[in-house]
């Protein structure tokens, strides 16, 4: 039995709560929050510690800490704190830094013998696998990844925050034209217009500018101004209604020739009714996989890119090679 | 630089050879068969040997033996053979038989010290890795594959074996209907018919009985009965015309739940206008991995369940993390 701590009881930590229960070589073995009275009333079967301050009691023994915080703020800090006294498993997905983080997270683990995965889940995490596979089995072929349809946390932030908006939820939508193209064997040069385009619902306060409000967002640099957006203006009850729930997904596509030129195409897609959930099921098999490393030996910190895959699976190698070959 | 030896000079030798020419970390040090001189009259600029009895001359030196045979007849053979010398990569592709290959891979290769990477391509190979991916992030789900639309060597060959048929060549084709119907998130119990038919082309020999051959290849045992076959006859300039590359391509899908019920898809799916050639692609990057376990002091068998993917990569572990997480 692996003994799981969730640091960071947000969605993320939810989700891996979730995925604990359907995992039966794991177990939760405690909750560290910043907030731990709150957790405490939502939380009953399992101890909750303050993850700023605490001595672990005698009887909770921990082998991975998956940390569920934000890329950030929290993993900057938690990452290489936590990688001192335990094995980690996080969501890192600033993708600018990741060699950065990496180098930190080695550093700390090396340091105390643990082992670190980083940067797990679906992007960062099994499309970056997707890449790298799709680049190595067709060298000098085009990689295009499309996301969506789905809520992207950052950019429905960054709406809420112009003036005017009281709540705020952006959907990315994959352009279907553009895929199509991809799909059928071309290998089209596309801007991010051409890519994706977003959805703003937009719940504004009484007696607020609306026409402002649509350009101060479609306007915005970096988060929207590169794209083709609509925004649509909703009542606080439709959106608490409609847009509760963080559906997600994604594709990479790999287009590619070999011998003489002939087309060659993978793609991998994702369609999610629950973005943290799924990520959530994709740190806990890494948790896994920390477990069985450190086992093995091994130290330091690790992506996704450098783990056996049968190590994530819950079957044994007898199995895997006699029902999933 | 890898030193490549390739050993069977057939369809996946040639394909073999034609990605190692887009792979600047590898070359062809020498091709091995069975009809050397056969070879020979095709292949100028490579050192060609007799497979079943050479002495490698001393300004020849293997690092990796790619084994091109078929899995019925070259490989229980050769492998364990072959991997007493080289370290190897084959496509053993007889899915029943993995775990005694394996073992008797791992045994010749222990005893000796080399890796032995086998039963990779697409299928086993990059399929199985996605099936075991999906049963790892979605425990409780149910995968579906479906291959085609493709050439199956094996039907074409049966329908091959009937009395009056000259040539035939037999196309696998995905029920569409069943795909989306796994895509829309259900998880339908589909027998061997509602997912594939199967259509061959046949040439037949003058005068035979059109309606006794059809009828003697959709009811073949084992190969045709379980399916809806068409067969559709065609001149032997049909056949030489529109019938003499081999597409192939199929799909994995895994459709589970997470938390309390939200629906969860992933799909791999690859569309190859030359299967051969994508199999023996995917040889060479294995290839790689077996000199890079075998010089991280690595012994035994593995499949591509067992390799970490950035050892299938021409790029460093920095790029990889820099440009594909």
């Not at 079967?45 to 909770?60: H, Q």
Request: contains cysteine; charged residues 20%.
């Amino acid at each position: 039995m692996i003994n799981i701590a969730i640091i960071g009881y947000g969605n993320i930590g939810h989700g891996v709560a979730a995925a604990l229960k359907r995992n039966s070589d794991m177990r939760l073995a405690a909750i560290l929050s910043r907030r731990p009275e709150q957790v405490k009333k939502e939380v009953k079967d399992t101890p909750v510690l303050n993850s700023e301050r605490f001595t672990l009691p005698p009887d909770i023994s921990i082998d991975v800490a998956i940390l569920g915080g934000g890329s950030k703020e929290d993993l900057p800090v938690q990452g290489p704190l936590f990688a001192r006294r335990f094995c980690t498993v996080d969501s890192f997905d600033t993708h600018a830094d990741i060699p950065a983080y990496f180098q930190r997270m080695d550093a700390a683990t090396k340091e105390c013998g643990n082992v670190a995965i980083i940067s797990a889940g679906w992007d960062p995490g099994i499309f970056s696998l997707e890449r790298v596979l799709g680049d190595a089995f067709l060298p000098g072929s085009q990689r295009f990844t499309f996301w969506g349809p789905g809520v992207s946390q950052g950019h429905s932030d960054a709406a809420r925050k112009v003036s005017g908006v009281l709540d705020a939820r952006q959907y990315t939508i994959p352009i279907e034209s553009a895929i199509q193209q991809v799909r059928s064997g071309q290998t089209p040069s596309l801007s991010k217009r051409e890519m994706h385009k977003r959805v703003v619902y937009v719940v504004a306060q009484a007696g607020a500018d609306r026409e402002k409000i649509r350009q101060e967002i479609s306007r915005m640099p970096n988060y929207y101004d590169e794209y083709d957006t609509e925004v649509i203006f909703i009542s606080a009850e439709q959106m608490a209604r409609e847009h509760a729930t963080y559906p997600h997904g994604g594709f990479v596509l790999t287009s590619g020739t070999t011998g003489t030129g002939n087309k060659q195409l993978t793609e991998y897609r994702c369609q999610l009714a629950s973005n943290p959930e799924f990520t959530a099921s994709v740190l806990v098999t890494c948790a896994r996989a920390a477990f069985r490393l450190k086992a093995e030996g091994r130290r330091g910190a690790f992506t996704m890119l450098d783990i056996p895959p049968a190590l994530l699976s819950p079957q044994s190698n007898d199995v895997l090679r006699r029902n999933f070959m």
